[in-house]
């Protein structure tokens, strides 16, 4: 079994940043890919980023490029999502999810991954 607890949300306005962190613990083993989601209320779940296990390959959703940054941190077993210049339409509910069987990639559908947290609140005024 594997957990992975979210943190890091809150509230904050645009133009603002967040840093979200997704800590996973259990039988974390083998090598995962690790990515992130979000849902907004009345809306899909969407993809916003993922990393592979070495961190060698990222994948961001066009719509926050160039604004979020995706990491991990293998020997703690932690990823991290670097939200800045944020913008109302980011506020949703934000998952990490592990995909144990795309660890050398960066899937980007909900169905590639695994295991998934939680979910933390983002909420951004403006």
């Excluded at 926050?64 to 339409?89: C, H, W, Y």
């Amino acid at each position: 079994q594997v957990q992975l607890v979210e943190s890091g949300g809150g509230l904050v306005q645009a133009g603002g940043s967040l840093r979200l962190s997704c800590a996973a613990s259990g039988r974390t083993f083998g090598r995962y890919a690790m990515g992130w989601f979000r849902q907004a209320p009345g809306k899909e779940r969407e993809f916003v980023a993922a990393i592979s296990w070495s961190g060698g390959s990222t994948l961001l959703a066009d719509t926050v490029k160039g604004r979020f940054t995706i990491s991990r941190d293998n020997a703690k077993n932690t990823g991290n999502l670097q939200m800045n210049s944020l913008k109302p339409e980011d506020t949703a509910v934000y998952y990490c999810a592990a995909g144990f069987r795309y660890g050398w990639a960066t899937p980007r559908r909900d169905y590639e991954y695994d295991y998934w947290g939680q979910g933390t609140q983002v909420t951004v005024s403006s």
